[in-house]
Every structure is written in C-alpha cells, then in structure tokens.
C-alpha cells in the first residue's frame, strides 16, 4: 500500500513546492491554461493508479495489466497506437528476450547446473550461506555485465539450487534480483543510468567518473543487503506449492534406499595383461550369481564415452566396466585376480551409478497380467538381450526382495526397479508390453542436451561479456550474436530458444514503458523536477542530496531508471552549481537512487524477470523494498559526502 500512495506523495510535495513559493503559483497556472495538459496529466496518473492497484490486489495477472494498459493509453489522446507498441522494438526489450536464450544454453550445457551445484557444495545446503554465495555471485558478476542478463543466466542456476536443497525458489529469487540491482552501483559500466550520468558531467565540462568511483558506495550498500536480506527474508513468501511437494517424482537416491541397493555398485579397470584382452564378450562365461555388467567407460581421444554392452563388444586397455554385484554372494577378490582387473574406488559416494545419470538411468515398472514376464525368474529377465536393459531391484507387497532375488519368479502387480541407457529405457516405454512403466525420475529431466558443449558455451558467454564491457558492438548485437554461435555448434535450436524466453515478463515490461512517454508528453515528470528545484535549492547541502536521492527513486516507479537518470542528471548538476558546490555528490547521490529499485516488480526489468519464476506478488516487493529502499537512502547520504566532499 506503501507505493500506492506514492503519487499522492508526489502531489502533496508539489503541493507544498508551490506553497512555499507563491510566486511560482501564478506561472505554474498559466502553463496549466496555456497548454491545457493537466486534464491529460490527470488521465495518465489515473491510469497509473489504476495499474498499481490492480498490481497490488494481483488481478488480473501482471502481464495482463500490461496489455490492459496498452490499450488503455491510446484513448488519452496523447500518445498513439503505434508508440503504445513501440516496446516490441525496443533495444532493451529485445536484448532481455535473448538472454534468456543465452541462459538458456548454459542450462542445456551444464554449465548453470554446475554454477548451482558449486554454490550448493559451498554452502553445504544451508540456507543462509546459499543466500550470501548467490548474492555475492550475482552483484559480481552484474558489475562487469548487464544486471538484466545476470538475472536471466542465473534464474535457472536458483532453480537448480532450490530443487537439489528443497528450498523455496521464493526464498532466494528476490535476494538475487536485489544483488542484481546493487551490482549496478559497483562499477562505471555496470549499468545504463551510471553512464548517462556520467556523460551528462563530460557534457557540462567535467571530467567525468572513474571505472571505480561508485565501488565504494556499491560494496558498503552490497554489504548491507545481504545483512538485510538474512533478517528479511523470514518475510518472503513460501510460495512452493506443497500439493506438487507431495508429488515429486522420484529420485535415483530414493530408489537406492528403498531397494537396498547401497554398495551394490563395483566398477573394475582392465590391465594390460588382463585375461579379458581379445575376447568378445559372448565368449566369456561371466554368467556368475550377482554379477551384471551394466556399461563400459573408454576413452576417446580426450573424451569419456560410455558404451552399452553388447554380445560381439570386445574390451580394450584401460576399460572402466561398471558392475551390479551382490557383494555377498560371490568370491569379488578371486575374480579380480582370474581375470587381471583392478577395483577402482567410488568418487563423490554419491551412490548407486548416480555418476552416470547423463547416459544410464532407472526406472520403476509394474508387472501387468498379460506380461510374457510372469512365472519367469528375474535371473532370466536380466539376460535378456532384447531391450538392453537389467532389472536390479524387485518390491513385493511393502518390502523389497533381497535374499535369493535372482531366482525368484514375477508375479502380476510386483514392482521392479529396471536400469539402463535412457535411450533403451525410452524405447521400451513405447515398445514393450510386458512392463508398465511409472514415472521418469528427476534425474531424468536433469539429462542435457549439449553437456559436451560446456567449454563452447564458457567460450562464447565470455567473448559476449567482453564485446559488452569494451564496448565493440552494442549490448544487444553482443548477445544476438552470441545466440547464433550457440545455435552454430548446436548448443541450442530453435524450438529450446523460443520455450526459454519468458514472455509473461516481456509483456508486462512493454506494458509499462509507455508510461513513460506519457508522463514526459503532459509535463508531469517537468513538473516534478521544477518543483525539486524550488524546494532545496536554498536548502543545505545534505538536504540536497536526501531530495535528490527521493524524488529519482520515486520517478523510478513509473518510468525507466534509464529515463529517471536523463532527466535527473541535469538537474542535479544545475543545483551543484546553484549552491556552489561541487557536482559530484549531486551526480552520485542520482546514480544510487536510480539503481535502488527495490521497491516493485515493475521499478526494474530485474525484479519484473523474478516474479513469475518466484511466484511473488507486488505487495512482497513492497514489503521488503521500501524499508530497504529507505535505508539505502540514509547510507547514501551520509555516506557521499565523506567519499565526495562537497
């Protein structure tokens, strides 16, 4: 409710300006009759509230509102059809749509997988500490490229974070676009609004800011935020759908506890003098009890391929075989020496051939009462050659079978645990009527597309990030072309670039943007800052700079922060030099303000991309933005001066 009253905030102040002014009353009367704009103003800041309202009830949904709003400006008058539309085309709109491409092929490549998995090892799946390495990781990376493409690229990396810890993505989702939205404050080029600031000062004849001016006021207020954000965000909403929580599909670990498959896994290295050397496998007599060989690791040049087992395979120097062993039931050391293999030790302990969930898998099946599998024992079903596949593990009534499982026989309605190559696993689910296959495991969604791509994908993020902070080509041919290169070594294709953008934020983004010519057209952001300039340009010097900092986060609600910093720069200078100051405190205390965007969805690109993915409605962000906002504000403050003397 807080932002809801921010535009009777702002007529108030006005109202006050012209009180203290009373000169002014008269001319700003006649500007009003001469230009007969404050009938349309009306209608905009109407509109406006209109919007807000619905934003804070969350009816209908945000990007619906944009569309709303879309076809509600033109009956103004005051702007047209086409420029209501003209978002579709804007720069930015387009650069925000093709990150999210390019995020998305660091998803299919494994490499936002990893980010994740690196922050999650880190942090050993505590909350708090997930919170600081994300926030930390998102403001550093933001400083040297575009915040917006941070979100995007890193949406998926929470994503993954949240599914492996079972952690809210609403719990870390706003703590990331807040990171995101400080990183604007770390360095020059770090977002739009620092550099029109910055030549608004070379315009007026000064030097201009440094690479690292702002860092000081950035990493201080990055500080803060994350001390923040740990007392906060026992106020974000746990939006996770507990319905969907109690359905989750299955898991590799799951299956492991429940068919008691822990250190059932044994994986041997073939040495040179191997007994194994020169025979095919349909030669060797390795039918023995609890013994099956499930896959076969060989290298490739620099590369690991994983090889499904067939009857005319032979072995090489070197193989890695990976087994399923009832350890107990055979002489494991024996057979080592007979055959000239060497153990090799587990890595990770992650359990049973979870090191392989890219290539093999598992999967639950029921046997139904037409299966030709009846009556038959599962030491018959595992060698069966037909499919490919193994059955490992076998739930009878509510326990699994354990002791002499290899002997016994299938009856109608027993549940066995099958494993694999996903590609045989796939087939028979459309081939086979012997099994009824249930649901995929989550490990099966994790399989990437591309994972032989990660460097590729490493490689071209890079040179986009380099091409955006030199400044070669502008952002968004950066990143097009950095989607093509993608697209070039089949990292992506067309159908996965178009699922991946999110057109809910797009939408409402384009939405909101014609407000912001709206407000310019009727003279009501003019207004605003006339209105600024008489309220403290008398007053001290502190004063100034709390204004400053207000009034730019305040406009930063209703149009671009990009806009609010075009507009405030000159005014700030303008006042430096009124009071006899030095401008650089001016031009800071606007460049930190129009990064602060904490306080709505719609303040930031940043904060609009999170809303749908962390479930949060507008009234979150204003629970948690405007306090912050505040305190950002007192930090700046005080803190100016004494960075920047007057």
């Known amino acids: 409710m807080i932002v809801s009253t921010a535009p009777i905030i702002l007529f108030h102040m006005l109202i006050g300006v012209l009180t203290l002014v009373p000169s002014q009353i008269e001319d700003s009367l006649n500007n009003l009759a001469d230009t007969a704009f404050n009938f349309k103003l009306i209608w905009v800041l109407a509109l406006l509230a209109i919007a807000i309202i619905m934003f804070v009830k969350n009816k209908p949904r945000m990007d619906a509102v944009g569309v709303i709003m879309i076809a509600a400006l033109p009956f103004t008058k005051i702007i047209s059809v086409e420029e209501t539309l003209i978002g579709f085309s804007d720069p930015n709109i387009i650069l925000i749509a093709v990150l999210f491409v390019l995020g998305e092929g660091l998803v299919r490549t494994g490499v936002a997988r990893n980010v994740g998995d690196w922050i999650n090892k880190k942090a050993g799946g505590n909350e708090t500490k997930l919170l600081v390495l994300l926030m930390l990781a998102v403001a550093g990376l933001g400083s040297v490229m575009s915040s917006t493409a941070i979100v995007a690229i890193f949406i998926p990396v929470v994503f993954r974070i949240c599914s492996n810890t079972g952690i809210s993505p609403s719990h870390l989702m706003m703590p990331m676009s807040f990171a995101a939205l400080i990183s604007g404050m770390l360095t020059l080029i770090s977002t739009a609004p620092n550099l029109v600031v910055n030549s608004e000062l070379i315009r007026q004849g000064e030097e201009g800011l440094g690479f690292f001016t702002i860092t000081p006021f950035g990493l201080a207020i990055l500080a803060l935020g994350v001390v923040y954000m740990l007392f906060a965000r026992k106020w974000l909403p746990d939006n996770a759908d507990k319905s969907v929580r109690k359905k989750r599909k299955p898991t590799f670990k799951a299956w492991i506890e429940k068919y008691d498959l822990i250190n059932r896994e044994y994986r041997v290295k073939i040495l040179p003098d191997s007994a194994l050397l020169g025979y095919k496998i349909n030669e060797l007599d390795l039918k023995y009890e609890g013994l099956k060989l499930l896959a076969v690791e060989r290298k490739d040049g620099d590369k690991k391929v994983f090889i499904r087992p067939s009857k005319i395979m032979d072995f090489h120097v070197d193989d890695i075989l990976f087994l399923d062993v009832r350890e107990h039931e055979i002489n494991l050391a024996g057979l080592a020496e007979k055959y000239g293999v060497e153990k090799i030790n587990l890595s990770g302990g992650k359990g049973y051939l979870t090191s392989l969930s890219q290539e093999w898998g598992m999967i639950e099946a029921i046997i139904p009462a037409e ?271 004494l960075i920047l003397p007057f």
């Open 371 to 641: 299966s030709d599998l009846i009556g038959k024992t599962v030491k018959d079903a595992r060698l069966r050659s037909e499919s490919g596949l193994t059955v490992i593990g076998l739930w009878r009534g509510n326990q699994a079978i354990l002791d002499g499982f290899l002997e016994k026989n299938f009856n109608v309605g027993d549940t066995i645990l099958i494993a694999g190559f996903w590609e045989d696993i796939k087939r028979i689910a459309q081939v086979s009527d012997d099994v009824v296959l249930l649901n995929m495991p989550i490990e099966f969604e994790e399989v990437l597309p591309a994972a032989d791509k990660a460097m590729h994908a490493i490689v071209i993020l890079g040179l986009v990030v380099l091409t955006m902070i030199t400044g070669v080509l502008p952002n968004v041919h950066a990143v097009i072309l950095g989607c093509l290169a993608m697209g070039y070594f089949r990292i992506i294709d067309m159908n996965s670039a178009y699922n991946s953008i999110s057109w809910k934020s797009l939408v409402l983004i384009v939405g909101m943007m014609p407000f912001s010519i709206a407000l310019q057209r009727t003279g009501g952001v003019e207004l605003a800052a006339d209105g600024l300039i008489s309220l403290v340009g008398e007053s001290a010097p502190w004063v100034a700079i709390a204004s400053l900092f207000f009034i730019t986060a305040v406009l930063g609600l209703f149009i671009s922060n990009t806009a609010t910093a075009v507009l405030m720069a000159p005014i700030a200078i303008a006042m430096a030099y009124d009071l006899g100051l030095s401008p650089y405190p001016f031009a800071m205390s606007v460049i930190l303000a129009a990064s602060s965007a904490f306080m709505t969805p719609v303040s930031s690109p940043v904060n609009t991309l999170v809303v749908a993915p962390g479930n949060y409605k507008f009234g979150d962000f204003v629970k948690i933005g405007v306090p912050f906002t505040i305190i950002v504000m007192i930090i700046a403050v005080f803190l100016i001066p």
